[in-house]
């Protein structure tokens, strides 16, 4: 029985491969969400929210302080290894429970592997349609994950049959022979085989997909929207100089992020992958007139574009969650205004194609800088930033930001959306930051510093930076990009050789000092001044 069992999980394990391969074929194909991506989602959604949150700090910290690269494509990385981890466990212990029960089932080999697939295709739909919050997928899909499931079974059920009839032992319909061995060397080559093969067509389509996304021409946008006294411009200092006669300090992060380097947090393990041609934005709730606007319809409104910064409120001080970019989009409000937003709404709350959830008050809802954008950098929306729709609104941290945006519903109540269901902030305001990007010697005693600071649509008036205990010494300033975009600093110190200590802090453009005490992500957001130690020879 021991042996059985062993065997069956061994081959579980090993036909994972060729399974879940075909599984993001079959995703790509027919929308079939493979077993690796719904189990993750699954835990994700329905684990404590103290628990998640817990993980997601834990990972952000250790990654951001261990330097390794992009925090967001780590994670990605680490979430996808404890994804497959997950599936590949379930597919071995489905292998052992077959190889427990096989001297139990009754019928020909391909009926016990039928039966075991059944479980598994049961198993793989409950955990999707529980991971979909109740949603069911496209019956393609469904038939696809029948077939797959149906095939992994009946290859289990035969691989067991002969690895235990070449071991001599029971549930084998024939003695065991040398012809059994070249059967099982060329089984489990097959299933690499078919692995890679799966892989490989799977990358190239996804290739050809990405080639073939764009939906034609964007719209010219307006001019950029007019800052508001809820988005108040950078008080000017003495501190700031011409774009043209700042010099950034060698190492400092590009003023513009590269789109392919544009940071990227959500909820799920791949972003989904929404037909533009069957898409539609619907717009309810407390309005006049709902709408069902197609992607060309809303291309067609008004647009308009923008510089500005976003952060992941997981963010560390000093972390790389946080990123700038050009918004384009269409006015949130005048979207609002075309569906005849009623007096009695308290709240604008978006449903995602991902299942994420989110909300904001009216008054953000109708700032003129609050964006419906379906372009970043100029580019249409890429695919894992949100296509075809996401919203940019000024001020506040990404969650608030949500993506692949399908229904916007005016409310006349509060709503907690994802993450404040999980015990994140509501209000989600962005805290002031500065952060050393880099520091460099200069010459004979002399130290050069550079980095970024950030306030939001508050700007940034004021950078200083000090040596150890020492003097706070003022920054130059970059003119920033926009009222929304955080502000590149540099400055030159005398150091004469030895190790020291580097703090920088920020005044924003309210005059309100960057908080020192050092604080944790959760729930609104780290706080503290960036410290980095340098030696000068």
């Known amino acids: 029985m021991r042996r059985s069992i062993l065997t069956g999980a061994l081959a579980g394990l090993w036909l994972g491969l060729p399974f879940i391969a075909l599984s993001l074929l079959a995703e790509r194909l027919a ?12 835990l994700a959604r329905q684990l404590p929210g103290g628990l998640v949150t817990a993980g997601i700090e834990l990972m952000v910290r250790v990654l951001q302080g261990l330097q390794l690269g992009r925090t967001d494509v780590l994670a ?17 212990i489905l292998g052992a429970l077959y190889g427990a029960l096989a001297g139990r089932l009754a019928g020909s080999t391909l009926r016990r592997g039928l039966t075991i697939g059944l479980a598994l295709w049961a198993l793989a739909w409950l955990v999707d349609l529980a991971a979909r919050w109740g949603a069911v997928g496209p019956l393609d899909g469904l038939l696809s994950s029948f077939l797959l499931s149906a095939g992994w079974g009946v290859a289990l059920a035969w691989v067991h049959e002969q690895a235990m009839a070449l071991a001599g032992l029971p549930h084998a319909e024939a003695p065991a022979d040398a012809s059994r061995r070249a059967f099982l060397a060329r089984a489990g080559g097959a299933a690499l085989a078919l692995a890679v093969a799966g ?14 996304q764009a939906t034609g021409a964007l719209p010219t946008p307006s001019a950029q929207p007019t800052p508001r006294s809820s988005s108040p411009r950078p008080v000017p200092t003495p501190g700031y100089v011409a774009a043209e006669a700042f010099e950034p300090t060698p190492g400092t992060r590009p003023e513009l992020t590269p789109l392919d380097q544009f940071y990227r947090i959500d909820i799920n393990l791949s972003p989904p992958r929404v037909d533009v041609a069957q898409w539609r934005l619907a717009v309810d709730g407390l309005v006049a007139q709902p709408l069902s606007l197609t992607y060309q319809e809303l291309l067609a409104m008004p647009s308009h574009e923008l510089y500005a910064t976003l952060e992941c409120i997981s963010n560390e001080v000093g972390g790389d969650l946080i990123s700038t970019t050009r918004f384009t989009g269409v006015r949130l409000a005048d979207v609002l205004n075309r ?13 995602c194609a991902d299942g994420y959830t989110e909300s904001l008050p009216v008054d953000s809802a109708l700032d003129p800088n609050t964006l419906l954008c379906f372009a970043m950098d100029g580019q249409q929306l890429p695919e894992e930033h949100g296509f075809p729709i996401r919203l940019f609104t000024p001020n506040r941290y990404g969650m608030k930001n949500p993506k692949w945006i399908t229904r916007i519903e005016a409310i006349g109540k509060p709503y907690d959306g994802f993450w404040e269901q999980r015990g994140w902030s509501k209000e989600a305001w962005v805290k002031t930051t500065s952060v050393i990007d880099a520091a460099q010697e200069g010459g004979p005693a002399r130290l050069v510093v550079g980095g970024i600071a950030y306030a939001g649509a ?10 150890d205990d020492g003097e706070w010494v003022p920054a130059e300033l ?5 009222p929304f975009t955080w502000v590149l600093w540099r400055i030159e110190l005398d150091a004469p050789p030895g190790e020291y200590r580097l703090t920088v802090r920020a005044v924003d453009g309210l005059g309100e000092l960057q908080a020192e005490e050092q604080t944790d992500p959760h729930p609104d957001g780290a706080s503290g001044y960036h410290r980095r130690r340098v030696e000068i020879s």
């Open 199 to 212: 892989l490989a067509l799977d990358r190239l389509l996804a290739g050809l997909g990405r080639a073939e």
């Open 478 to 482: 970059k003119e920033p990009l926009s």
């Open 458 to 467: 508050r700007g940034i008036a004021l950078v200083e930076v000090r040596l």
């Open 339 to 351: 569906a005849g937003l009623q007096p009695g709404a308290v709240e604008v709350r978006f449903t």
């Open 76 to 92: 990605k990385r680490l979430e996808l290894g404890l994804a497959y981890l997950l599936a590949f466990g379930t597919l071995a």
């Open 31 to 42: 929308g079939l969400r493979p077993l690796p991506t719904s189990i993750f989602d699954l």
